[in-house]
Structures are given as C-alpha cells and as structure tokens.
C-alpha cells in the first residue's frame, strides 16, 4: 500500500465534468438500483462488488466520493475506509448500512467517513449528500493546486 501522503498523480479524478462516484456494495440489487439513481443524478459512477474490487479501483484511478455498505463479506465497508484513508486522505466516504450501531458509526467518523447513511436513504437525500461531499471534495482539491 502507497504512504497516505497524497495520492499518485495518475490518480486522475473522474474522467470528464461530472463528478465520479465509487459505489461499493456486495448486493447486487441494491448496487443496481444505487448506480441507476447516482446515475440519473448526473453521476459517473464506477460499482464494485466488494472491498477487495473496490480498492483495486481506489489504487487504479482516483474518485470525488467513496459510497460503500459497511456490512460485507470479506472487507467491512469500515475495513475498507481504514485502506482507502492509507491511499487518499481527502476522498470523501459515505458510510450506509441497514443495520446501524453506535459502535460502527463511532468507528467510521473517528476514521474519517463524512456521513454515516442508514438503508435505505430516500434518493433525495443521498443526491443531495453525495452532492455536497462532491463539492467538498472539488473545493479541498483546488485551494491544495
């Protein structure tokens, strides 16, 4: 794993003008129907299976937002927060599950997860929070250049 300095710079984040979003959700019908509403929202969105598909993704190219489950086989979406923060300090990740506990969400925010989201969030709501981690994420990047 790369030191958490800053990440490579072919770590080119998203590949045009709409933000990129990291979709990482090991159900294949919710990560279907997250990527459609993304989509439709007028993001880019790359969807990985896992925490394992969704680090290799991570180290491959860079993202605006991290979107993961917290609860999956393999890798913890918190896990995966924990390897992602060694890669890339400043990519926002947003934490959902349908099973929240107060040990979880005090992990995830001590590691640095932006927001902690409980299945199933409302389209209008994760729009509008993955919107504003987008622009968070857009603004920290342009003072850092």
Known sequence: MKDAVDPPAS???GSGTSPSVL???????????????????GFEVTAANGGAQALA????RGF??????????????VELLRMVRAH????PVLLMTGDPTLETAME???LGAMQYL????PKDELLRVVEQASRLHRMARMKRD
Not at 28 to 38: F, G, H, S, W, Y
């Open 88 to 91: 890339d300090l400043d990519v």
């Open 11 to 13: 770590a080119v984040v």
């Open 108 to 110: 995830a925010v001590s």
């Open 64 to 77: 605006d937002v991290i979107l993961s489950d917290i609860q999956m086989p393999g890798m913890s979406g």
């Open 57 to 60: 993704e991570v180290e491959r």
């Open 23 to 41: 979709l990482v959700d090991d159900d294949d019908a919710v990560r279907r129907t997250l990527k459609q509403m993304l989509a439709a929202g």
């Open 118 to 121: 409980v299945k199933p969030t």
